[in-house]
């Protein structure tokens, strides 16, 4: 720079930028064919990137915002290009002759260059490692759901009761049950959305699974949710690895919908859901083995519609066409047909929109009652789902089992024990068997897997029936009926249909199963062809009085025959010629005083002539070699031919109940039938026999019994237990019958007398739960504890004490042994015992642990319930109801102040001197319960304060009709 001369060194700095101006104007046509040329590249750059991104956009994915910006940018640079190129294209001419242009020429020379520095920086910034991306999911999914407003009413319980799961630590993983098309799906869709908006959970995450167990694809599912992208060649571990580190720190819900079966969850990657990490997991299922298999820890059963609410859906999907006055009636029949099953509801509604033909309701009605698939969508949305569960049960044993119960009538209470033993002892159901102790335990296990598919549900009386569902019935006689058997329907049933006359054109061909119970019917005139026939029923025809004598000609196959309760008084010559016949059920037949010979029926092992009305066992009985069960009791056989019973050496189960014994050398025969597990008579007296050593060994085999002795033929006595001894009118137990008692689960003294104790007889019993006393004149205390020994009285849960007029104590002799196991009493209920002054002692309290129930009754002379000074701490700690009733001098329950901690309802009526009431918890803000009495007697009540009087009121009721 020094050897520069002066005006070189002023002059010098400025030259570069006008060097810069001057190759503006000098370079022009240079520089557009190279812009030319650079936007040319950007554009192919432009279109293989476009073209990744609409290869990304069409699988579901987003586009990267980065890669938005720049194709927005390359949009905008090659519109600035595209003016230039038109500019230097249109003034070329002008801008290279003229000098007056040379300003324009320069600017948009300028331009070029400046748009040259752009198109470079873009692709430059044009590599990306992923042009889309996977969309990002909301922390709950929203779910289209049908549920309407019509059906919440019947599902808002089950709802708020899931909801409810969801918010308490206790139940990690839920499960919701029930049947086919009833509605899971839809309540969780709903419990799914109302997630939204809230901060339950940091995700909650919907998986369907269905019939086909996937876990990878389960992984996909819950990756999708989670944003982790799962290649196809990594195995199920690689991914649970993942799966897990994912979601171990996140509080996450997972809905696992329309499981068929278990998996745990490990092997996917699934965090077990605890008290630490407050995730939850809600399956839906229709077995409920999936739900115990998974580890659920609260079963929730979703339930069918209530009528209103099926109703309602109905009308929604059927259109106003309903309301009107001429199918009313019709369209209610419909409605009550689709059982209150949502799927049926809405597939039959849909197929009647519109119909205003009573016609055609009549003729949909006989299609829905016949199970046929004629209402369109029928087969497809109602049968077909409801198919995959009868599909998966386990065996074609329990398939057939299952369709078996659509012989009985609709909505009809199945005895269990009747359907067992039809199961047990028809041919191909139940094998691998010794007897039919077995057979039954096995028939109960194959009836558990058919509930536990909800494909049977408990009947309304009870767990000792099972009840199938309208749809499900349907469903069992379509399947027994479709075109999947060739030679044509397996089953014909028309049970409960009022049939006045046999479908004589129906009952032929290679039906296997006809059930027409529960009808009408009077005369059976035909002779049916059925040379495949194995069941029939025609049990509950109250009005059948008339068989034709050949009417059992044509079924050399048949196997049991059901005949109860039916008006016949004699049965045809033909029975003689069925000899495959394995069951026959006359019970109740009271007409039925004569039969045919019945030798020929050798493969017989089921006869029961319960109140029927035969005087003389029919002729041939003797040759019944197999025959197990017999079944004799409340018939009015005048003579009894025991040599004949007792020859048939195959008998496992014998009920002569109702049907007097006075030969005790005769009873005692029995001891000989070496395979008889089940014993049920009846004795005039009690017998010395019983004091035999010998006999008690072979009656402790037992593996039920029931002995009424001093009871009037066709007295029937409640039986309580399998094994049970009912004593009645009784004055004389010197003949050894303690040690028969010892064997009882349930002993029962009626209008007996001889005895002030009954410690004596049932004191050292192991066995016995249930000790029913009533009308035993000479009591004056039932147990002794000074007469009995160590572990007295371990197993009594159940003491029932009635009509005693000389009982003074219940218990005497203080406190029970020592070692004794007299803890599981539960129930006391006494009644109508005058002379009773106190129930327990305070020394006695103590060993009343579990005692729940407490009912005295009619006990005038009953001043308190406890007597004594002090009572041990807890006392009564289970003790959750209390019933006084007509105890006219009753002054306390007990004199000192004390606490019934677990105490839930106390009625009391008629006890006018009882004034205070003992408290019900520790504390009396957690009271709850409630106290029934008269309105003088609870305002007559002494209270500690009045705000004690003013908090008890909140739970009291006035008694109405409580007693």
């Known amino acids: 720079m020094d050897s520069l001369g002066p005006v070189m060194q002023i002059i010098l700095p400025f030259w570069a930028p006008v060097s ?14 190279k812009l030319k040329k650079e936007m040319d590249e950007l554009q192919d750059m432009r279109d293989e990137i476009q073209a990744d991104v609409d290869d990304a956009i069409s699988v579901g994915k987003r586009q990267k915002p980065l890669v938005e910006n720049w194709l927005r940018d390359v949009r905008k640079i090659e519109t600035q290009v595209d003016s230039i190129r038109l500019e230097f294209e249109q003034r070329g001419t002008i801008l290279n002759g003229c000098c007056t242009d040379h300003f324009s020429r320069y600017k948009l020379s300028k331009r070029v260059v400046k748009n040259l520095k752009h198109i470079e920086n873009l692709r430059g910034k044009g590599v990306f490692d992923m042009v889309a991306e996977s969309p990002r999911r909301p922390r709950v999914l929203e779910m289209q759901t049908s549920l309407p407003r019509e059906q ?85 571990e690689e991914n649970r690895d993942r799966l897990f580190a994912r979601l171990k720190n996140v509080k996450y819900l997972l809905i696992l919908d329309d499981l068929w079966e278990a998996f745990i969850l490990d092997q996917v990657g699934i965090p077990k859901p605890d008290k630490h990490n407050r995730c939850k997991i809600v399956i839906t299922t229709r077995f409920i083995k999936v739900c115990t298999a998974m580890g659920a820890n609260k079963l929730i059963k979703v339930r069918t519609l209530t009528r209103g609410d099926a109703s309602n859906l109905f009308y929604e999907k059927c259109g106003d066409v309903v309301l009107s006055s001429d199918i009313r009636l019709v369209v209610e029949k419909v409605v009550e047909e689709c059982g209150g099953l949502p799927i049926a509801i809405k597939t039959v509604g849909q197929a009647m929109h519109c119909k205003d033909k009573k016609e055609l309701w009549e003729n949909a009605l006989r299609a829905l009652k016949g199970s046929s698939p004629e209402i369109p969508g029928m087969e497809r949305e109602v049968f077909l789902p409801l198919k995959l569960s009868y599909d998966c049960l386990e065996n074609d044993k329990i398939k057939a089992c299952f369709l078996y119960c659509s012989l009985f009538p609709e909505d009809h209470d199945i005895n269990i024990n009747d359907l067992v033993t039809y199961l047990a002892i028809e041919e191909g159901f139940i094998e691998n068997v010794n007897n039919l102790e077995e057979a039954s335990n096995k028939g109960h296990d194959i009836l558990e897997r058919i509930k536990d ?14 009840r199938m569902h309208v749809v499900l019935r349907n469903l069992a006689i379509w399947i027994t009926s479709s075109s999947s058997f060739i030679e044509g329907s397996k089953f014909l049933v ?13 009952m032929s061909g290679g039906i296997e199963r006809i059930s027409l119970m529960c009808n009408k019917i009077e005369f059976l005139r035909i002779k049916p062809d059925c040379p495949n026939l ?18 059992f000609e044509l079924m050399p196959k048949l196997q049991i025959l059901d005949l109860s309760n039916t008006f016949i008084e004699c049965l045809p010559v033909s029975l003689s010629q069925l000899v495959n016949l394995r069951v026959l059920i006359l019970r109740s037949c009271r007409r039925l005083v004569k039969a045919p010979p019945l030798e020929n029926l050798k493969e017989l092992q089921l006869l029961d002539l319960s109140y029927s009305g035969f005087k003389n066992l029919p002729q041939g009985i003797a040759s019944l070699v197999k025959l197990k069960r017999l079944n004799l009791s409340f018939s009015h056989l005048a003579i009894i031919p025991y040599n004949t019973i007792y020859g048939l050496t195959s008998l496992e189960d014998l009920s002569m109940l109702g049907v007097i014994h006075k030969d005790r050398t005769t009873f005692g025969k029995t001891a000989n039938m070496t395979h008889l597990s089940s014993l049920r008579i009846s004795m005039s007296h009690l017998n010395g026999f019983m004091a035999s050593d010998m006999f008690h060994q072979w009656f402790s085999g037992l593996r039920r019994f029931n002995v009424q002795v001093g009871y009037e033929r066709n007295e029937e006595v409640m039986c309580l237990s399998d094994k049970e001894i009912c004593i009645r009118g009784c004055d004389n137990f010197a003949c050894g019958i303690e040690g028969f008692i010892k064997l009882a689960i349930t002993v029962r003294f009626q209008e007996c007398k001889g005895l002030t104790s009954l410690s004596q007889l049932v004191g050292d019993s192991k066995s016995l739960r249930h000790l029913v006393v009533f009308g035993f004149s000479g009591l004056e205390c039932i147990i002794d504890w000074r007469k009995v020994g160590d572990d007295a009285l371990e197993c009594l849960r159940e003491l029932d004490l009635c009509n005693l007029p000389n009982l ?94 677990s105490l839930e309802k106390i009625y009391v009526r008629s006890c006018p001197r009882l004034k205070k009431l003992p408290l019900f918890c520790s504390s009396i803000y957690e009271i709850k319960g409630e106290i029934k009495g008269e309105k003088e007697w609870w305002e007559g009540l002494e209270w500690e304060d009045e705000n004690s009087k003013s908090l008890y009121s909140r739970i009291y009721q006035s008694p109405h009709s409580f007693i």
């Open 20 to 33: 810069r101006q001057i190759s503006y104007f000098k370079d022009l046509s240079k520089n557009v064919e």
């Open 152 to 236: 919440q009413s019947t599902s808002e319980q089950t709802m708020e009761e899931i909801w409810k799961c969801l918010h308490d630590d206790e139940n990690g993983v839920v499960c919701v049950y029930g049947m086919g098309g009833i509605g899971k799906t839809t309540i969780m869709k709903a419990i799914n959305n109302r997630f939204i908006g809230t901060s339950d959970f940091e995700i909650v995450i919907w998986v369907s699974v269905s019939k086909d167990l996937n876990l990878g694809l389960i992984q996909k599912r819950i990756g999708k949710y989670l944003a982790i992208r799962f290649d196809d060649n990594e195995d199920i």
């Open 453 to 466: 598919a909800c494909l049977l549900e408990e009947g309304s009386k009870g767990n000792e029936y099972v």
């Open 494 to 506: 028309q049970a409960g249909e009022g049939l006045v006359q046999p479908p004589e054109e129906k």
């Open 534 to 551: 194995v069941s029939l029923f025609l049990n509950d025809n109250c009005q059948l009085h008339t068989i034709h004598s050949s009417f």
């Open 808 to 901: 003074e104590k219940v218990f005497d002799g203080g406190a029970p042994p020592p070692n004794t196991r007299f803890q599981n009493l539960r129930r006391v209920q006494l009644q109508d015992c005058p002379n009773l002054r106190c129930l327990f002692s305070s020394s006695m309290v103590e060993h009343l642990h579990q005692l729940e129930l407490l009912q005295v009754f009619d006990c005038p002379e009953m001043q308190e319930i406890i007597e004594g000074d002090m009572l041990p701490d807890n006392s009564f700690p289970r003790l959750c109801f209390l019933r006084l009733q007509n105890l006219s001098k009753l002054a306390s329950i007990f004199s000192q102040r004390f606490i019934f901690i």
